[in-house]
Every structure is written in structure tokens, then in C-alpha cells.
């Protein structure tokens, strides 16, 4: 019989409302899957047993009943754990938010909970989501569950990790740069970054506010759709939320692209992707043409300036968004003469060496004099992207390309080189200082037996047609293999 | 040499709307220490501002008031600085697009009448407040500091005049001005001595005729109108001793230190600041459309400037015009009582005389006395029929503002009606005259310098009530 773990979030749905199986059974499953992979994987930083268990219970007695249940009604979901939970420890990864209880629940954990959904814990990150590997969390790296000498990318790799093994359902992560799409590419899952304002980031504590956006990594495209259903919608404790309607994710899913116009980004193939991606994407890219889309080769110029523009913004804005944590009101505090030096040495001790590298470049980027050398800048090549997007959105309905340029690395291959580890998000960067959504999407494996994601890019509110294209790249892929790790079950 | 003072004055004001400037706690004084918080104005992880809509029509108002320009596109920004008493580390606040801009006020002084230049008003949010136990009060010197979060989020404005004040007495009507017109607007209490209206100078000197400025200082912590004179005139007399010396003025900020009357260099810890201001980029631009700067500007009060030309035409002095104009709760009394059909010009001296200086002495506002128009209206309309007099009204003023009850009562059970009628005053009059014969016999052979004497005995034997006017004229009689 199958592991309850190894059930996509929609079979899972089934199986609970058709009563062939309970929350708790469910839950049980992938605590069991946790309890087998994690001290290979550590993809969690604290899984929530009795929170979980209560949750699982109340979603039982919620089905048994015959009351109004969502598609998320007993499904566990992991969090990154830079999304606040009210009374369950939230450290970003960082010492410096050690044994921090946050007072209140993130908006989206509010909606997850309402929708019924059970939180398995929270996953580790690169701290404070700054990295592309998992390897800068101040609590050990979290590892591929498809080669366990890999990483599972970044910064949302916990997330990716317990997502690809079973050790949740679906998961939540957050996207500044591309860390939902680059995990979800480098642990073969499909990972969502919604337009900028269409998911709430209050309760998401910040790394770079004008680009950071919560999306879904989940097994499915369709899974996909209904975490981001529970998510989406006009919060107003978010200045930046969209108070509009939101797109109706579901209505391409079975549309096909017969017809849909696809821009294949000319700035994000050939050199610096690895052959094996880009033959996988040419690959898928051919298949779409097969299946009657227009495909055009579009480029997009700006783009070569986005990793550099991306490397000003984020910092600039971490640099005071990081400011809070001084050791007065929470967290650590480690003490000094003065209250300055009590601050100082706070920071110092608290934070890792890529959260002060990052905070030391924003601090100079924005500094007298340097502002519109550095920030004013990179502000201006932002709206240069957004508007090589917007003519090329022109064109085409759609835009595709690998997501992570490479498929997942050793751990400790880029450590030590920050402009390598830099470049693992060339491709995904531009979404995000457009606040464009993007998804990932697996197509394959390279001869190591690694996983590679597609990448669809669409226009702002355009994720019916994004989410129509994934669909149909899925299809297309039929990708089925599981993680090594995936199949180690309990009775072997 | 003679120098010139340039003036302009940053004033800070505390909103008083229901809620604070980016979260729903509440706006109010005296509350315990972090009890009006929550996870957005403690700065907490995850959380997010979002604007007061209220604060920001405040601000239209004060900005409306001050005759500014509406930006239809206005922004927020962080201005960076680490400080335990600010939550975030960053403040937010609006930097190079701010709400207002562009205004002017109209003082009036002894000096004669001058146009000050409104620079901008913008929006901002207050800090906490520290207290230091232990040595020197200084932050970093005492064993402890406690904190509180309850005024961390309040909204403030920050009204930026032109460097057009040439006088410390200009800078004092400025600053009166400015509290008149954002009282009458009625979005502040405007209490200088509570921290919820703050004025900060920036001053420098230079050479008369010289078209360049000199060095400029800023003058902090004036608590009071008062003050704001004195430590202008202060820092004028400080400079110009620098300059006539040879020296040169340093750029720093001082405190005024109102028990010596003198300002010192504070402890340099704003030196060189960078705040690496930079746009807030979880609030969206504030934009305000003509509609909604028509409906904010269409719901304003009468401003001082328009009161004072309504009371000026009533024939009130520029000074007491000034005043009813600024302080409005006088102003509405006034109002009242010349509508109840008073004089003009007394029932205005008395307000702004004896009513103010009780007031003041008693610690009190007007709507805490039990004086309104009518009262004052009735008062003077005893004065005029001759029942009571100048000295008497006076009296039975301070009665009716301590709540003795209404004119006449309180003149009554006083006994201080004056007796005018010949019939009654006569055989006191005759009395007098009699007792004091020889007085009376120098007044009838022309020594009219005796006559003040003789009124002031038919005083005293009346115990006051006396009408001098008509002891004058029977004593005239008496005399042929
Ligand atoms: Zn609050």
C-alpha cells in the first residue's frame, strides 16, 4: 500500500474526504517520514508534535462532521521559519532571534489555520533568507533529499526538502530573489512566487520588502493552485497588498497552450546555463511548440544588469529592516558599557557572516553621497527591467527559461565564493524586481540523478496564465520519480 | 557692527487622533508604561505599518491652515539611526516628497507685520520615551534604562518655517501664530509644557545688509512661548559677542536651559548623522486628489488671521485681536458676549486681562470657569447703567469664574452695587462735609486739590459703593 507521505496534496484531499483515511493517520505518516529522513535531511528547524496533533484532531472531528471543509482540511504544511507563529519559536535561522515567541500568527498562517490545514513545524533557511543554498543558517545546512551531499537550494530550503521527501505536504516558503523556484528546482517540486501584493507579507519578517513575496512549494502544479487559493486575497494590514480581485488560478489548468504565444528568454540561455539544463528546457520548449504554442526567441537586455541592481536594493532595504534586532526588546542580547555597545555587540554575536556582509553593502549603498551612485541606480535599472518585461509581454504571453542555472551543488562548493552563489539566481532575480509571478517546475533529471526546473514567467496578475502553461509543462514532463530519501519507509 | 538675525523654526506638533500614526493603538497621555502597543509600534518581526487616513487629513489641515500646497503625491521614508527608544531603528517619516509644501503665516508684532514662509509640513511617527536611572540622567551613564512604548507611533508633524524671522519677538508671534492656528484647527492640544507641541530653532547672525547667512546653531528643548523669546535673544547677544571677538560661530545644536537662562553646546551625538533616508517600501505613496483636498479644505475652521480681521473691525487693539484670535476659547466667549449686545473693547480687556491672569493663576482653561458670554455681557451692562463700578466689576468678575453664580448674584451677596442716586448719597455726602470743614472751606475758596480727599472719605463711609461720579457732583453743589 502507499505511504500516506508519498500522496500529492489533492490525493491526500481526496483520501480525507472520502473518509478512506484521517488527518491523524495522515499526520502520523509524515511524522514517520520525518522522524526516518530528517537527521539525514534537517529540514526542519522544530516540528510542532502536540500543536500538529491538536490541529489533525480538530480536522478530523471538521470532516467527520460534515462541515464545511477546505481542500486544506487536514493536509500538513510545513513553514519556513521566517513567517511568525504565535507561541511557536521563529528565528529566521538566526542566533539572533533564538527562543523568540512571536505574539501573533503571520496572515497566512491566520488563513492556513482557517483553512484547516495542520502545521508539521518550521524549516530552516538560509538566516534570514539571505542565500541560495541553506548552508547560512546559524542551525546546520539542511541537505537534498535526492543526493544528500547536495543542498536543496535556497533561501527556502527546508521548505523545498520536507516538501520533496513527504515530510510535508505542501510547504510555505518566501521568494526575494528566487529562493521558493531555485529549492523547488534543485529538490524537483514545483515552487510559486506570486505577483508582488498578492499574498500578505505582514507577520513575514522582512529581508527586502519590495521584493520578498510567501508563495506554495508543493509535488503538483494543481497543489500549487490551492495552497495559493487559501493565500491569496486584499489584507488590509498590508499597505502593499492588492485590493483587487485575485486571478482565478484554477480556470487554465486543463487549457493546454495551443495558441498561447511563448517567449523564450534569449539573456537566460546558453552561456553560464549548464548543457544539461539547457537541453531539458529546449527539450520542454520544443514539446510546448508540439502542443501548438507560438515560440519566440525574446530578449530582454536590462536583464544583465539585474543580478547587480538586486545586490544594491535587497541590501539597502535589510540594512534597516535587520536594524530592530539590537537586543533591547527581544531576542538575544549580549551586553556591553553602553547602550550602544550592548547593540553592537549584539549584532555582532547574533548575526552570521553573510547577514553582516549584506547589511554592511546596504549600509554604504545608501550612505550620503553613494545613494544615487549605488541605490537611485539600481532603482532605475528596476524600472529598465520592468519595462523590457513590459514590451516583451507585448510580444508573447509568457516567458520561459531554466530556473537555477545549474542543477543542485555540493555543499560547500560555493561557500566560500559569494559571487558564485550569487549567480544561482540570475534567472529568477528579474521576476522579482518586477513583482512579476514565476513558477518552477520539474522537467527532468541530469545524469547525476538530479532534478531540473523549468521556469514560466508571467505578466503582473497573470498567474491563470502561468499556472496554464506549468500545468501543461507537468503534463508534458510526467515527472514521477521520487528522491532517494523519499524511498526509505519505515519497514525496510 | 550690527548684525542681522535669521531665524526659522522646526515645530513639532502630536496629533490627537483616536489611534496612532500607523497602528490601531490608542493616542492618549498618562496611560501605564507598554500598554498602548502591539507588534506593528513595538516594531516587532513581521509586522507592517499602514496610514492613519485621520492623521493624514490632520496634517491637510495644518497644512491648509499654514496656506501650503497639497502634494498630490507625498512619500514616506526611513530616516536610519539607532536609538533603544525607537523601535525599528529606522523612523518613519517623509523625506524630499513630503504632504504640504509651500505656505506662508502672517505675524504681527510691535516691529510691525511680517510674512513667514511655510518651507513644508510632513508626516512622522514619535519615538518612546527612555528614563535613565542611575547617574547623570544621560542614556549609557545609568545602571538602568526602562523604556515605554506607548507614545512609540504617535503621529507628529513637523512644520519647517524659511529662515524669515529677523527677531527673537518674531520668532515669539511665529510660534504663537503657528500654535493659534493648529488650536483652532483642533487637531493637537498644542500643550508646550507636555511635549505635544515642540519648538526647535535654527539661528545664525550676520552683518546688516549682508545678503549671505553666517553660521547657524540650533537652539532645542524651548518649553514655552516665553522661552522661545529668551533663548533667542540669548543666542543673538552669545553670537554677536563670538563674531565682535573675531571668532567664528560653530555649527552645533544647544539647549536652552530655562533656570540660568543660557544655552549650552549638547553632547555632540548627532554629529555627522547619516540617516540614509531612502523611500519606505512597505507604505504606498499618499495620494491625495483635488476632491479630497476640496472636501478636507471646505471642512476648515476659521483660521486667526480671519478672526483677527473680524475683530479688528469690532475696534479691538492688534494685540487683543491677536489674542482672541489665537486662543480660541476666549475668541468664542468674546463672541458671544458682543452678541449678547456688550461693548467690544471691555468686554475684550477683560478677558484678556483679568480672565487670563486668573486663569493662569488658578491653572485652568476657560471651559473649566463657569464664565461664558452671557455672564460677561451682563457684567457689562451693570457697568454701564452705573451699578457697578469699574474696580466692583472686576471683583465680581473672579466671583463669576470661580462659580459664585451669575453677575448680579455675585455683586449682591458681595454688596457691591454702587449707589448713584442723590437721594441716597446726599446725607452721606453732607456728613463728610460737615466732619471736614476745613477741607470743605479750602475747596469752596478754589483749592480744588482737596476734592479727591472729600470723594475718598464718602468712599470710605459707604464702604465703596459710592458712585465717585455722583459724590462729585453733589460735593460741586454743596460747594456753589
Ligand atoms: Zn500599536
Known sequence: MTDLADLTLSEATSGLQGGEMTAVELLEAVHRRATMTEAQLHAYLNIDRPGAARAAVAADSALGKGAAVSKLTGIPVALKDNLVTRGLETTCSSKILAGYLPPYDATVVGRLREAGSVIVGKTNLDEFAMGSSTENSAYGTSRNPWNPERVPGGSSGGSAAAVAVGSALAALGSDTGGSIRQPASLCGIVGMKPTYGLVSRYGLIAFASSLDQIGPLTRTVTDSVTVLEALAGYDPADSTSHPGAVPDFRAGLERGVAGLRIGVVSELSGEGIDPQVQAAVARMVTSLEGEGAKVTEVSLPSFEYALSAYYLIAPAECSANLARFDGVRYGLRRDGDTVEEMMANTRAEGFGPEVTRRILLGTYALSAGYYDAFYGQAQRVRTLILNDFDSAYGQVDVLVSPTSPTTAFEVGARATDPLAMYMSDVCTIPSNLSGHPGISVPVGLDDAGLPIGFQVMAPALGEEVLFQVAAEVERIAGFSERPALANSRADI | ?480
Open chain 2, 1 to 480: 557692527m550690527k548684525f542681522e538675525p535669521v531665524i526659522g523654526i522646526e515645530t513639532h506638533v502630536e496629533l490627537t487622533t483616536a489611534s496612532k500614526m500607523f497602528c490601531g493603538c490608542p493616542v492618549e497621555f498618562g496611560a501605564p508604561p507598554n500598554t498602548n502597543v502591539c507588534p506593528v509600534c513595538l516594531g516587532l518581526p513581521g509586522a507592517l505599518p499602514v496610514v492613519n487616513h485621520t492623521a493624514v487629513e490632520y496634517a491637510m489641515k495644518i497644512g491648509l491652515g499654514l496656506q501650503c500646497e497639497i502634494a498630490p503625491h507625498s512619500v514616506f521614508s526611513r530616516k536610519n539611526y539607532f536609538y533603544p527608544d525607537m523601535p525599528k531603528n529606522y523612523q518613519i517619516s517623509q523625506y524630499d516628497l513630503p504632504l504640504c509644501i509651500d505656505g506662508y503665516i502672517d505675524i504681527e508684532t510691535d516691529e510691525g507685520s511680517a510674512r513667514v514662509g511655510i518651507t513644508r509640513v510632513h508626516m512622522e511617527e514619535d519615538t518612546g520615551k527612555s528614563t535613565h536611572l542611575g547617574a547623570g540622567g544621560r542614556i549609557g551613564a545609568g545602571s538602568q534604562t526602562l523604556l515605554d512604548f506607548n507614545r512609540a507611533g504617535v503621529p507628529l508633524m513637523e512644520i519647517v518655517s524659511e529662515p524669515d524671522l529677523r527677531s527673537a519677538v518674531q520668532a515669539r508671534a511665529y510660534a504663537e501664530e503657528v500654535r493659534g492656528v493648529v488650536k483652532r484647527l483642533g487637531v493637537s492640544d498644542v500643550k508646550l509644557e507636555e511635549g505635544s507641541m515642540r519648538f526647535d530653532a535654527n539661528i545664525s547672525l550676520r552683518p546688516e545688509g549682508a545678503s549671505t547667512f553666517g553660521t547657524k546653531v540650533e537652539v532645542k528643548n524651548m518649553n514655552s512661548l516665553r522661552s522661545v523669546q529668551r533663548a533667542l535673544e540669548y543666542e543673538i547677544k552669545r553670537q554677536a559677542a563670538v563674531l565682535e571677538a573675531g571668532e567664528e560661530v560653530v555649527q552645533e545644536t544647544r539647549h536652552w536651559n530655562e533656570e540660568d537662562g543660557t544655552t549650552a553646546a549638547m553632547r555632540s551625538k548627532e554629529e555627522a548623522f547619516d540617516y540614509r533616508y531612502f523611500p519606505e517600501p512597505d507604505l504606498v505613496p499618499i495620494a491625495v486628489d483635488e476632491a479630497w483636498r476640496s472636501e478636507v479644505a471646505s471642512g476648515l475652521p476659521e483660521l486667526p488671521a480671519q478672526a483677527r480681521e473680524r475683530y479688528r473691525a469690532q475696534g479691538l487693539e492688534p494685540t487683543t485681536a491677536g489674542l482672541l484670535s489665537r486662543e480660541v476659547d476666549l475668541g468664542r466667549v468674546f463672541e458671544d458676549a458682543v452678541g449678547a449686545g456688550a461693548d467690544a473693547r471691555t468686554v475684550a480687556n477683560w478677558l484678556t486681562g483679568e480672565v487670563t491672569a486668573w486663569l493662569r493663576k488658578e491653572s485652568l482653561l476657560l471651559p473649566d470657569s463657569h464664565l461664558d458670554g452671557a455672564a460677561l455681557a451682563e457684567l457689562e451692562a451693570m457697568v454701564g447703567a452705573g451699578d457697578l463700578s469699574a474696580t466692583a466689576a472686576k471683583d465680581v468678575l473672579g466671583g463669576v469664574l470661580s462659580g459664585e453664580g451669575r453677575p448680579a448674584e455675585v455683586a449682591e451677596s458681595r454688596d457691591l452695587i454702587q449707589v448713584s442716586d442723590s437721594a441716597s448719597l446726599e446725607p452721606a455726602v453732607d456728613a463728610v462735609l460737615a466732619a471736614n470743614s476745613d477741607a470743605f472751606e479750602k475747596l469752596k475758596s478754589g483749592d480744588h486739590k482737596v476734592m479727591g480727599f472729600l470723594i475718598g472719605q464718602v468712599m470710605r463711609s459707604t464702604g465703596g459703593k459710592a458712585d465717585p461720579a455722583a459724590v462729585t457732583r453733589i460735593i460741586n453743589e454743596r460747594a456753589g
